[in-house]
């Protein structure tokens, strides 16, 4: 799945009380160019969000005033690259300017987004040995120099007809030295199986190395399953020894995801669903990811932007829900799922 990418912040949002940082919760961070005040509801310093990433090289403006410390930026290598070294440049200046001003402490970076997968699913549509050239030429170099953790490119199946021959052309490529990777990242859509699966399955195929659920959700379903998934998943992931990160697929408003709008965790005016309170440690709010079972698609727009609440909901204030806050239930022994 994937989002168009960032935008500038507006603006602080008012958000219900949120918890301490997490070291696994981040954020798909997709941006929204007509309601860029949107993105700064999820980075709040009590935030338990701890990391984020955005398909992209450089950070999201929203969040580019925003420490490492704070909250963690993970560039992605998307894709391409094959022949040029124009990410490994943009890297190496984030990292080591040569204006000696602006330095960022880059510890971790991503590879490639499904290049197993063609461009018209989301993929970044690459061969094994396009994709081994790239990452010799651009993310070698960040390991190699500056100790940064590499991610293997996040792919469907984790040692299947693409994988390996990736690692096998990388190795040729590196005078037959194995291409070391840190981390490996996967996504996991579907229902609660699909989720400790596909953990399951990359656990096995890559022992001892952390995983990353870098995007995951039960996608287009009824808000009680949505929210009984989301409930479940967010303890597996929380407990499990094996997930050392996971992120959400959901911020932004219901009336424009791609993947139903229970799943959004900000309703058609910008303000926190259910879910989008659970996940940044919060109570429940009370605002319906659709109100009514309408689909509100032209509840708000930039011609006629709106300002966070509407008239049939203003005024309803935080409720006890159904969802746990980001402690309560690590208390609980819950966790959460990506796909």
């Not at 980075?43 to 969000?49: L, Q």
């Not at 709010?285 to 079972?293: E, L, R, S, Y």
């Not at 709106?306 to 022994?333: E, I």
Request: negative net charge; proline residues 7%; hydrophobic residues 40%.
């Amino acid at each position: 799945m994937r989002h168009s990418p960032r935008f500038a912040l507006l603006g602080l949002l008012s958000t219900p009380a949120l918890s301490a940082k997490s070291p696994k919760r981040g954020l798909v961070a997709v941006g929204n160019k007509d309601w860029p005040q949107d993105d700064a509801i999820f980075v709040r310093e009590d935030s338990p969000i701890s990391w984020y990433y955005n398909f992209h090289w450089n950070v999201s403006d929203t969040y580019a005033s925003l420490p490492q410390d704070q909250v963690e930026y993970v560039p992605m290598m998307w894709g391409g690259g094959v022949n040029d070294t124009d990410f490994l440049t943009n890297m190496t200046e984030m990292i080591k300017p040569s204006s000696g001003a602006g330095r960022r402490n880059i510890t971790h970076v991503m590879g490639f987004n499904l290049p197993d997968q063609p461009y018209e699913y989301g993929g970044s549509e690459m061969t094994p040995a396009d994709a081994a050239r790239a990452w010799v030429h651009n993310l070698l170099p960040l390991r190699e120099k500056f100790g940064v953790k590499l991610g293997l490119p996040v792919v469907g199946d984790p040692r299947g007809g693409w994988v390996d021959p990736f690692l096998k052309n990388c190795s040729a490529l590196n005078e037959d030295k194995a291409c070391e990777f840190d981390f490996v990242p996967l996504h996991a859509f579907g229902h609660f199986g699909i989720l400790k699966d596909r953990v399951g399955s990359f656990a096995s195929a890559f022992p001892d190395v952390p995983l990353w659920v870098v995007e995951y959700g039960y996608n287009d379903q009824n808000l009680s399953t949505t929210q009984d998934y989301f409930n479940q998943s967010l303890a597996f992931l929380e407990d499990s020894k094996d997930v050392a990160r996971y992120s959400w697929f959901g911020s932004f408003r219901s009336t424009v995801s791609n993947v139903g709008p229970n799943m959004a965790m900000l309703d058609p005016w910008g303000n926190l669903t259910d879910i989008g309170s659970w996940y940044l440690g919060g109570e429940a709010t009370g605002k319906a990811a659709m109100p009514n079972d309408t689909p509100r698609t032209n509840a708000c727009s930039a011609e006629h932007p709106c300002t966070g609440s509407d008239d049939k909901n203003a005024g309803v204030g935080l409720s006890s829900g159904r969802g746990l806050g980001l402690w309560s239930a690590a208390a609980s022994g819950l966790v959460l799922l990506l796909l």
